[in-house]
Nanobody, 110 residues
Framework: VQLQASGGGLVQPGGSLRLSCAAS????????MGWYRQPPGRQRELVAA???????NYATSVTGRFTISRDNAKNMVYLQMNNLQIDDTAVYYC?????WGQGTLVTVSS
């Protein structure tokens, strides 16, 4: 399994970013895909997940601001993040089939 996350960067509070995760080595269309994050000095936590059915769930702290989506034709999963806040600063990881991507850093700062 290979999961390649990208799209992180530095953004001001209230800004937006779109993270992408390219997956290979798995039956993507049948796979649960998740975005997790690890803020500085804290444990990794679930941000959003999308199942093969298309059903989604979100952490309470990001509901209404973040949207997870998938493109089965491209083996891609995305995380659209709007109205970013300082507390969203973290390394964001793509997850599937007990495997983690390398992480992409999102820094929200003025």
């Amino acid at each position: 399994v290979q999961l390649q996350a990208s799209g992180g960067g530095l953004v001001q509070p209230g800004g937006s970013l779109r993270l992408s995760c390219a997956a290979s080595g798995i039956s993507f269309s049948t796979s649960y895909m998740g975005w997790y994050r690890q803020p500085p000095g804290r444990q990794r936590e679930l941000v959003a997940a999308i199942r093969s059915s298309g059903s989604t769930n979100y952490a309470t702290s990001v509901t209404g601001r973040f949207t997870i989506s998938r493109d089965n034709a491209k083996n891609m999963v995305y995380l659209q993040m709007n109205n970013l806040q300082i507390d969203d600063t973290a390394v964001y990881y793509c997850y599937s089939r007990s495997s983690w991507g390398q992480g992409t850093l999102v820094t929200v700062s003025s």
